[in-house]
């Protein structure tokens, strides 16, 4: 590895083989986190006031729960399908990205912290870690269909039909 010393500028880092971050980024990112830690904790309170009423309605009319509870699993479901296609096809761009520049970080990308450039075979390493999160992301969407299918068979089996 090699020592670094008296480096002033961006271009001179990724000579030595780091890419630096830029504060503007680190003060975005850390803004989003924090919103999006909010708006988890806004979230979580609705869905635990949602839970309780729905086992409540359990007692009383369980069709009606069982229907609200598949609304609002279609939802949720719809909802993880989207954002799960977008960070896949995320990150699929960026490993087309690395692949096509032999690096990572590929040029112009900006990161979080201090980051080594790797080239060759340690870059073909994180496209592989790409392209396996990308699957294990997408099939992640199965769950929501398996959920589906049971809530389905419990409609079915409150309603009168019994067991298949």
């Given at each position: 590895m090699k020592t670094v010393k008296n480096i002033q500028?961006?271009?001179e880092w990724e000579d030595s083989g780091y890419v630096l971050p830029e504060a503007s980024f680190q003060r975005?990112?850390?803004a989003f986190f924090l919103?999006?830690?909010a708006l988890c904790l806004v979230v979580l309170v609705v869905f635990r006031v949602h839970q309780h009423n729905l086992l409540r309605l359990?007692?009383?009319?369980p069709v009606r729960a069982i229907t609200i509870l598949k609304r609002d699993l279609a939802i949720a479901g719809g909802l993880h399908f989207f954002l799960t296609f977008g960070v896949g096809f995320y990150c699929v761009w960026l490993a087309r990205r690395i692949?096509?520049?032999g690096r990572y970080p590929p040029p112009g990308m900006k990161v979080l912290r201090k980051t080594i450039i790797r080239h060759g075979s340690?870059?073909?390493k994180i496209v592989w870690g790409l392209?396996?999160?990308t699957?294990?992301?997408l099939l992640t969407n199965g769950a929501f269909v398996i959920l589906w299918q049971c809530l389905s068979g419990a409609t079915d089996w409150v309603q009168g039909g019994g067991l298949p």
């Open positions: 500028t961006v271009s975005w990112a850390l919103v999006l830690v359990l007692s009383l009319d692949l096509h520049t340690e870059s073909v392209f396996v999160l699957g294990l992301l």
